[in-house]
DNA sequence: CCGCTTTAGTGCAACGATATACCGGAGGTT
DNA sequence: AACCTCCGGTATATCGTTGCACTAAAGCGG
């Protein structure tokens, strides 16, 4: 790989002149320097290291992302959407898989930090962020992808869909199709989106006066390293207790369309049909929502909108002077044939 | 962030002997000097700036990784496996995805060759791979993840599942089963895998003299920039030309489990069911195959194996001394309720 | 023709690590 | 006592870039 050395010999100016000219620094060239430079950086093709001008300048053009795991297809969309709004910004995106393990998030963070990434995109925030807390104090960017504006930590900017309005949304419409014994299935309140959706629905509930017609089944999941296609899999064995429940609901609300897809198949074992056995939604859209059979009423989150805001957040020359921000985005209903009016 | 230099003060020691003691190069070290060094660098929470020990020793622990789009639950399981493996080494990842553009690629390739990376691996190899054959020519290490031992380029390694004999043996497990006529579902020739996926159900197809009875049918994608899930939508739409075939197949192979996904649900929309009316078979054994309704059968491929040889391959010290390699991987015919004996 | 500003461009010290070459002193050999 | 050999450790150049401080030459008013 050529230098700026290589250049500048090749151009017979100094170093620094190629420097100048790479960031043009105005004001200093004479047009004929300015082509003779020019015709030498493409002629040796060359390309400022990078790492150089790291070292150099102490800024990085890359950042670091957390998920628990990119075989899930929400962290799939999500990492899509951050390396493309990153990639608009001519930043890289350095991949991470968690398995929602706070000791490994804790070390790829430190990793991160290491490389001097501009900044931590948490794909999924556990519920003590202290060790990224941490390292925020210390200057490092960080922005919670998930959350809720009230759970905000300090140093920790949240970027997130309004995870408790999407469960208050999915209640509202099916209550409005004329569900009352509604329920909501979701795992372990590890991460604070699964703790915002659950208060959602639970606030949603009351204020429709449901009481004991509103139920919540948690299910439990493997403590991680799983790919997270067990949130699925759990999914399939937890539709036997509803299956079974005494008063069967007539409505079912998921975590989000993962769990959503393996509830589904569970269903379908045990000779219930969606919808007219049971009503359901999902939380996310994915785009196997609309594949499914049948197709699955979800609340989209803006992935690319929030991918952006993100980014900004990171790369934005507030930095490290802004407060702590919480931008929250609104879900979307998109309705499909998995809801429909309840029977009477 | 704290330097080799603020160790070396607090240990009353040179940044030389620190850089020893990292380094562990042996012989030189008074136990007592070790030990001031090792409480300095806990105390002080040093870690090495990655970012110069690049800059100096020219090597980093970081590989590049070229995927179509990581929202296609098959690349974010491919990512997975390829991060999980890259961090048992030691290695970082750098996610991009190119939507099969070669401009894209080409540009991504640069600018982590600017960046340093140790090598590249690619999801996706495009069938014209001049851009990456150039840079590897150069010395840049590359590994195609998908692709066929005869399509070995200069310069490009290869790590993938053997593509021809996944629809070999999809072929013949429908054969097995009584179907002759059978139709092969796939996108436009772009990829090496494609190209290797259709030949292998010809000869397949030739070897049973199925004659006419085996159908190819090609379904055009849009050009890029889609996210993947695209694949499945047109699935969706294809669905209708083969309702409508003349002398209906009896039995599909899909490309891949996406597009399966969305012939499924093509199919449904236009009465057929699965497996009764159309036997299907899916390849790469997503994890969504199982959650199908019916569940699909599918060909798995051995991801975490495949994904250990590809960075085994990168971090060797074989390295640019190696010839071209390709190492091919046999698929696993998962049967699943998608595939039942034909109706006589 | 002298001094002053402007223009065009160079020199050099960093950034944080590594590694080669070196060096002072203790101990052993002859 | 002079010489050699280890041992423990340090000084220094270097990787590719940046940006400040500097300078040589040209322009210009008086």
Redesign the interface.
């Known amino acids: 790989?050529a230098t700026i050395l290589d250049v500048a010999r090749a151009a017979g100016v100094s170093a620094s002149s190629v420097s100048n000219f790479l960031n043009d620094r105005r004001g200093k060239m004479a047009p004929a320097t300015r082509e003779r430079i020019e015709t030498a950086i493409t002629e040796l093709r060359y390309?400022?290291?990078?790492?150089?001008l790291?070292?150099k300048t102490g800024k990085?053009a890359?950042i670091g992302?957390l998920v628990p795991?990119?075989?899930?297809?929400f962290?799939?969309?999500v990492?899509?959407a951050i390396?493309?709004a990153a990639?608009a910004r001519g930043y890289?995106?350095?991949?991470?898989?968690t398995f929602r393990d706070p000791k490994r998030e804790r070390e790829f963070a430190?990793?991160l930090?290491?490389?001097?990434v501009r900044g931590i995109i948490t794909g999924a925030s556990l519920l003590n962020p202290g060790h990224l807390s941490e390292l925020a104090s210390?200057g490092l960017s960080v922005v919670a992808f998930e959350g809720d504006a009230g759970a905000a930590v300090p140093g920790i900017h949240v970027v997130s869909v309004d995870n408790a309005m999407a469960t208050t949304l999915a209640v509202d419409h099916l209550v409005t199709l004329g569900h009352r014994r509604i329920a909501y299935v979701t795992g372990p309140a590890q991460t604070a989106a699964r703790v915002a959706r659950l208060k959602g629905f639970r606030t949603a509930a009351e204020r429709h006066g449901l009481g004991e017609d509103a139920s919540v089944h948690e299910i439990s999941l493997p403590p991680n390293d799983y790919?997270d296609?067990m949130i699925?899999?759990l999914g399939?064995g937890a539709a036997l207790a509803l299956a079974k429940a005494p008063r069967r609901p007539t409505a079912l609300i998921a975590m989000n369309d993962l769990l959503a897809?393996?509830l589904?198949?569970g269903l379908?074992e045990h000779g219930i049909t969606i919808p007219d056995d049971i009503a359901m939604v999902g939380i996310d859209d994915l785009?196997?929502a609309r594949?499914?059979?049948p197709?699955m009423t979800s609340l989209r989150q803006p992935l690319a909108a929030m991918a952006e805001a993100a980014i900004a957040c990171l790369v934005g020359d507030a930095g490290e002077a802004a407060p702590t921000t919480a931008l929250i985005f609104p879900p979307e209903l998109i309705v499909r044939q998995s809801t429909v009016p309840a029977a009477i």
Chains 1, 2 share one sequence.
Request: charged share 15%.
């Open positions: 790989m390309r400022p290291s990078r790492v150089a790291q070292l990085t890359t992302l795991a990119v075989a899930n297809p962290f799939g969309a990492a899509m390396q493309r990639q890289q995106v350095i991949l991470c898989n430190e990793d930090v290491a490389l001097g210390k790919g296609d699925a899999e399939v897809i393996g589904a198949a379908r785009f196997l594949l499914m059979n197709p």
